[in-house]
Nanobody, 116 residues
Framework: QVQLVESGGGLVQPGGSLRLSCAASGTISSIVGTGWYRQVPGKQRELVASVGRSSRENYADSVKGRFTITRDNAEKTVHLQMNNLKPEDTAIYYC??????????WGQGTQVTVSS
């Protein structure tokens, strides 16, 4: 079992920055990849950024150059640094983790609102 808890969401003006964090607990050794997804009402959840065991990063085209995903193995935390935020980045952001057994775990989500 893996438990994920997100934090760091909030309200920010366009052009501002936020840093999301995802703290993992449980069977951490089974995790092969972690990622951040986002969802707005009426739309499917979409991948924002992910990082695998090899530390290879993957980003959605819409966030490349603005968002950075980092993994702190010592703190068992994955961060998403979001810069130059735009109103279209407004969504609920979810952390997920995939395990060696093919099970995917999700956090409860954190709201990010970009508005002036």
């Amino acid at each position: 079992q893996v438990q994920l808890v997100e934090s760091g969401g909030g309200l920010v003006q366009p052009g501002g920055s936020l840093r999301l964090s995802c703290a993992a607990s449980g069977t951490i050794s089974s995790i092969v990849g972690t990622g951040w997804y986002r969802q707005v009402p009426g739309k499917q959840r979409e991948l924002v950024a992910s990082v695998g065991r090899s530390s290879r990063e993957n980003y959605a085209d819409s966030v490349k150059g603005r968002f950075t995903i980092t993994r702190d193995n010592a703190e068992k935390t994955v961060h998403l640094q979001m810069n130059n935020l735009k109103p279209e980045d407004t969504a609920i952001y979810y952390c997920n983790a995939a395990t060696t057994r093919g099970i995917v775990y999700w956090g409860q989500g954190t709201q990010v609102t970009v508005s002036s």
